[in-house]
């Protein structure tokens, strides 16, 4: 037996071990099971036939059949940065479920009862915020479930005058938007007890008389779980930039092929959801990302949805809250990172 012989043989029984293992944790995906049978029968068939190296040579156009060696030792790296990225992200999950926890655990955990809850997140928000709660209650609308996201600027000392008008949940650090809604759906599982939940934004860009819209299709029609507001489904007061359009149209064709949902806006926070599909759905995606989950946890578990019209105004205020294009790029890299190699 060659060194080279004992050393595939010695891999191989490393791989097979590392498979087992894998296998009796119960965290083998997809990727996981192609990448170990390809290794596990690679290292087996060279260590029993060392000469099938040559033929390599020609099929992979290489000079020396050791360069093949080197080739798939970089796939094979690939793959465990793969691993290292799948663990950090765990990782940060955990860390978002830990703050999550403490949050709720330190609010007042009162039960909500009454027909809807209104959901706002609350990030630095100090300069709108009180308007914007007010704008709720002037319209009659008697819950509202506000997080306030790691703000660093006086949000939180304002909303302690309406401490005892609303329902408040304080995460000790931002964890963005998806994780914000995750902690909300997790506050309605333990003490929701409405028909209807309305996420609305915080910055003063959605209409509060469009709530109504959402509240009588719900009404009108008892098997529908989930209401999409739209700007593009028709003409509304809407003033969305030319260069937003753009891009929320690319967003929609990204949406379309990876959750076979044709909206109009498949970036809206304007929606409404019945109190039975948020104690079914769970989303793990933190950042803006999480509106695509969403829209595919609704496909996947084939839930009726339709989208409403909605008005949107666009302020100097909101419109300096905007991500950067280029973040997109992020959403969509996450977005199918979760997708496919989860």
Known sequence: MTLLEFFFIISWIIILIIAFDIARKQKFNALHFVVFIWVWWGLLLFA????????????????????VLVYGAIIFLLYFVLLLLTKHVENKESITKLIREIAIDNSDKKIITWNEVFLVRAYNEASVIKWVLE?????????????????????KEILKNFADKIYIVNHSINIWAGAALETWFEYLRRYGDVKYVITFDADWQHDILDAVKFIDLFEKEPDLWVI?????????????????????????IFT?????????????????LRLDVVKNIHLTIDTMAYASELIDE??????????????ITYTTYSLAKWQRSTNAINIVLRIIWSKFFR
């Open 135 to 155: 704008n709720i209650y002037n319209a009659w609308y008697k819950n509202i479930l506000l997080i306030n996201d790691g703000s660093k600027d006086n949000t």
């Open 256 to 272: 379309y092929f990876i959750s076979w949902i044709n909206l109009t806006d498949a970036h809206n926070w304007y929606r409404a």
């Open 298 to 311: 609704v496909h996947n578990k084939k839930i009726r949805f339709k989208e409403v019209p909605v008005n």
């Open 228 to 252: 999409f507001g739209s700007r593009f489904m028709e003409k509304t007061t809407s003033n969305v930039p030319f260069l937003r359009k753009i891009t929320l149209f690319l967003w929609k």
């Open 48 to 67: 029993l036939f060392p000469n099938i190296l040559n033929t390599l040579w020609n099929i992979f156009w290489v000079t020396r059949w050791a360069d």
